[in-house]
């Protein structure tokens, strides 16, 4: 798989500000592109999941590293 075009962390923030900054992220990105998020919010998972669904976007990767972070690989 090719590296992100961008790369966000809301790390830290808690919902709803991680899909806030990450409606904001995917504005300046192009079609086709890939944005990589990294947050770690109890439920970060599930408003990843829901956010592409609504916006039509393709969740490539979503997984959780040894502590309880989430990375996710959108598609826009």
């Not at 709803?16 to 086709?32: D, T």
């Not at 990843?48 to 976007?57: I, L, M, N, P, Y």
């Amino acid at each position: 798989m090719r590296p992100p075009d961008k790369i966000l962390s809301v790390i830290g923030k808690s919902c709803p500000l991680p899909l806030i900054e990450l409606a904001k992220a995917v504005q300046g990105v192009a079609p086709g592109q890939i944005i990589q998020v990294t947050g770690d919010d109890p439920i970060f998972d599930i408003g990843v999941k829901d956010f592409c669904e609504a916006k039509g976007f393709e969740l490539l990767e979503l997984k959780k590293d040894e502590g309880k972070k989430f990375i996710a690989l959108i598609k826009c």
